[in-house]
């Protein structure tokens, strides 16, 4: 079993920057690919963000060379993380941490549905205004 805690979530200005954070708890010792997600009131949720069991990542269109996610491990302690920049309104939504299957390539992270990944986190809630 695998808990997901996010943080980081705020309220910006467009053009700000936010860092969201998502620290993992209990199997850490697995192989995981995982990613970022985001879900807009009245939009189904997307991938954002992803890294592979093979460290290789994967971007959505819409958010290249404005986010960058990166995952850290150290002994049992694995966090994954989305620096966000150049933010816009359209990037206001609950953003959510999940883990799944090590063998996922990046791609397929990110066009993962909710039951393709084990584990989520409860969300972090970023609003972006004009």
């Known amino acids: 079993q695998l808990q997901l805690v996010e943080s980081g979530g705020g309220s910006v200005q467009a053009g700000g920057s936010l860092r969201l954070s998502c620290a993992a708890s209990?199997?850490?010792?697995?192989?995981?690919?995982m990613g970022w997600f985001r879900e807009a009131p009245g939009k189904s949720r997307e991938g954002v963000a992803s890294f592979d069991g093979d460290g290789r990542i994967a971007y959505a269109d819409s958010v290249k060379g404005r986010f960058t996610i990166s995952r850290v491990k150290i002994d049992h302690t694995l966090s994954l993380h989305l620096q966000m920049n150049d933010l816009n309104p359209e990037d206001s939504a609950m953003y959510y941490c999940?883990?799944?299957?090590?063998?996922?390539?990046?791609?397929?992270?990110?066009?993962?549905?909710?039951?393709?990944?084990?584990?989520w986190g409860k969300g972090t809630l970023v609003t972006i205004s004009s």
């Open positions: 209990g199997a850490t010792y697995q192989a995981y690919s």
């Open positions: 999940a883990a799944g299957n090590g063998l996922l390539t990046a791609t397929q992270v990110l066009g993962a549905g909710y039951w393709t990944m084990d584990y």
